[in-house]
C-alpha cells in the first residue's frame, strides 16, 4: 500500500461528524429531563457515555475480530476521506488485487464506524469535563474536575494508540494495550457514575470490612492480568493453537516455547529477529491465558460468594457470577467451536463487564470507608 500512513485531509470533516454522532446521545438526555438540574443531566450523561464506551469496546473486539483493522490503511481517514464513500476507488483497486486482503468495502466500513464511534465518545467525554470545570466555578462544590479531566486525557492516549494500531500494522503489544486502554477507560467512566449517584444521595455506600475489600481489589489486579493474557492470545491469533479441552494437543503440558511467545517488542507473526514465530510460541501464549484463567475463575467465584453476604452487594455478586459464567462458555465455544465471531466478542464483552462490576464495588466501598474515617 502506497497511501502516506497519516493523512490530516478529513481532520475537520472527521471532528464535525464525530460531533453530530456526540449530539445524538446529547439532544436525549436534554430533551428526556427538561426540568433537571444541570447536576442530574450530566449524571444522566455520564450513564450514556459509560454505555456507548461499553458498545465501542465490543465494537472494537468485533473490528479486530474481522480483520478489520486495517482496512483503512492510513488515519484517520480512509484514503485520505472521511468515509470510504470517497475512497472507493482505492479500496476496488486494493480489493481486486487482494480479494480476501486486508482491505475491502466491508472492513473499510467497520473500521471507519469504529473511529466515528470512538470520535463520539471522546466528544462525550470531552462535554462532561466541561461541565465539570463549569460547575465548579460557579462554586458547586459536589463537582469533582480532578477524575473528569483525567478521563479526558485517558481518552486522546487512547486514541493515539488507536492510530499507533493502523500505522504499525496490527503491531500486537499496541493491540493488546489499545484493548487494555478502553477497559481502563470503562473503569474511569463506571468510577464517575457511581460517585455522581453517591454523592447526590441517589445510592448507598458500600459498607465492606477491610479484608474482603483488598480481596476485591486483588480480585481486579488478577482480572488485569488475565485480561492482558488474552488480548496477547486475540492480537497474536493463538486461539486456535489448541483446540480441544481440558487438555492441548492431547498433552497436559504441550510442546511450548515461553521466549518466543511473551517477547513483547515484535511484529504480528515474527519474532524479535524477524522470522515467522514457530507453533510452540502460539501454545504457549493459548496455554499461560488458559491456566490463569482457572486461578482467576476460581478466586471470582469465591469472591463472588463472599459479596453476596454483604446485603448490599447481593446482586452485584450475582452479575459477578453471571459475567463468570459467559466467560467460561465463550471461552470453551472459542476452543471447541473453533473460535466463532459471536462468542470471541462476547468473550471480550465479559472481560469489560466483570471490569465494570468489580469498579462499582471497588468505588463505593471507598467512599464508604473514607466516611467513615472521617
Known sequence: ???????????????IMGALVAM??????WLRNPQASTARRVQALTVITLFITFDLVLFGAFTRLTDSGLGCPDWPGCYGHASPVGAQSAIALEQSQ??????????AWIEMIHRYMAMAVGGLILTLTAFSWVRRRRGDATSGVLWPTFTLVWVCVQGAFGALTVTMKLFPLIVTLHLMGGLVLLALLTMQVQRQLLGSARSQSILLRPGLFGATLLGLLLLTVQVLLGGWVST????????????????WWPLMNFEQGFTLWRHLGLDASGQPLVFESLTAIHYAHRLAAYV???YLAGLAFSLHRVPALKMAAHVLLSCLLLQLLTGLSN???DWPLAAAVLHTGGAAAL????????????ASRSTVLN
Open 1 to 15: 500500500m502506497t497511501e502516506s500512513l497519516y493523512n490530516l485531509t478529513p481532520v475537520l470533516h472527521l471532528l
Open 24 to 29: 445524538v446521545p446529547l439532544c436525549w438526555v
Open 98 to 107: 487482494m480479494p480476501h486482503g486486508p482491505v475491502t468495502h466491508t472492513k
Open 236 to 251: 497474536n491469533y493463538a486461539v486456535l493453537a489448541c483446540n480441544t479441552f481440558p487438555m492441548c494437543q492431547n498433552s
Open 296 to 298: 482467576v475463575l476460581v
Open 335 to 337: 476452543v471447541v467451536f
Open 355 to 366: 471490569v465494570v462490576v468489580l469498579m462499582w464495588i471497588l468505588t463505593g466501598a471507598r
